[in-house]
């Protein structure tokens, strides 16, 4: 695609459009007021969701500008099904106002319709930082390289964030029955002890078996929707990932053989104790799923994905006029 983007998302850009720019698309950032020249060199406009429902008349001004020039604007919301925003009532207005031409999100599993083209546009693995780290996947069968049995780190810091308190009551009860087991759980909170990505890797290539449960932005929403971003990243490193039930996982991975999840605690805790005792089984699941990541799930293959959307869009809209 040539032309360029108009990035309006708050702070630093997203992974997707980082992406978007590694494949050569210039990006321009925070711009509410382009001028002609712009407009017309533009191909999409990215705004947040949350803009949508805060600041809509400042949205609704850009999209006029950006109607009149056939230009799509654009989210990629991370955060469904949960909103920062949970007002009923504006949720209700945007989706019936319609202000976006294309609403991305990692889960459409909620109902609500903010623009006429949705996309299921899943999280991914960063390949700049998760990656094998210059190790080959056979360089972590030997169990003699692992540190750890089961091991998690995130955000878990329940005490002031409450979006956190489900996951850390979950650990907290599967750490006793994996310690009658003879097995060690070691959870770090990336709150109070940040982590960089050369350091996430190391742990995660230290660990036999890597946990994931929950996602803050869950909270008050029916949980198992979307695939958090370590569910790919934790593949992308080669190490063995043990999920908690998503809905979205089969889109991704096939269940079974790239992708082993549990429904509750003693399950987990079961299937923590099958997979350390067949190493050799985690082992052929970690490779199915990073070879199955590498090929399908980094953030180059969403900008692709994202790419075409934008794409189809605008040659429906020229088919239209």
Same mark, same amino acid.
């Given at each position: ?164 308190? !489900?996951? $850390?009551?979950?650990?907290?009860? %599967? /750490?006793?029955?994996? *310690? @009658? &087991?003879? +097995? =060690? ?82 399950? !987990?805790? $079961?299937?923590?104790?099958?997979? %350390? /005792?067949?190493?050799? *089984? @985690? &082992?052929? +699941? =970690? ?35």
């Amino acid at each position: 695609m040539s032309g360029m983007i108009l990035d309006n998302t708050p702070k630093e850009p997203t992974p997707l459009v980082r992406a978007i720019a590694a494949l050569g698309v210039e990006v321009v950032r925070h711009d509410w007021a382009p001028r002609p020249a712009l407009l017309a060199s533009l191909e999409a406009c990215f705004v947040s969701l949350y803009d949508c429902l805060k600041r809509p008349l400042e949205v609704w001004r850009l999209k006029g500008q950006l109607a009149r020039r056939g230009v799509p604007l654009v989210t990629w919301n991370r955060d469904a099904p949960g909103y920062m925003d949970k007002a009923p009532w504006r949720l209700a207005l945007l989706e019936r106002w319609r202000l976006l031409d294309i609403y991305a999100a990692h889960s459409l599993a909620d109902g609500r319709r903010f623009a006429a083209t949705q996309l299921l546009l899943a999280n991914a693995a960063d390949e700049e930082h998760y990656n094998l780290g210059g190790l080959r996947l056979e360089d972590l069968d030997d169990p003699a390289r692992y540190r750890w049995d089961a091991g998690f780190f995130g955000a878990l810091d329940a005490a002031r964030y409450k979006e956190y308190r !489900a996951r $850390a009551e979950f650990f907290g009860a %599967l /750490a006793p029955r994996l *310690a @009658a &087991r003879g +097995v =060690a759980l070691d959870v770090l909170d990336t709150l109070a002890h940040p982590l960089s990505p050369a350091e996430q890797r190391e742990r995660i290539q230290a660990t036999r078996i890597n946990l994931n449960f929950g996602a803050g932005c869950e909270y008050g929403q029916p949980a198992g929707h979307g695939l958090p971003e370590r569910c790919f990243g934790i593949p992308a490193c080669g190490g063995f990932l043990l999920s908690d039930r998503r809905l979205h996982a089969a889109d991704a991975f096939e269940p079974g053989s790239e992708w082993i999840d549990f429904s509750g605690v003693e399950d !987990a805790a $079961a299937k923590i104790a099958r997979y %350390l /005792a067949d190493f050799p *089984a @985690a &082992r052929a +699941v =970690a490779a199915r799923a990073h070879r199955r990541v590498m090929r399908e799930h980094t953030y180059r293959h969403r900008a692709g994905q994202m790419l075409g959307a934008i794409e189809r869009w605008r040659a429906a809209r020229r088919s239209a006029a």
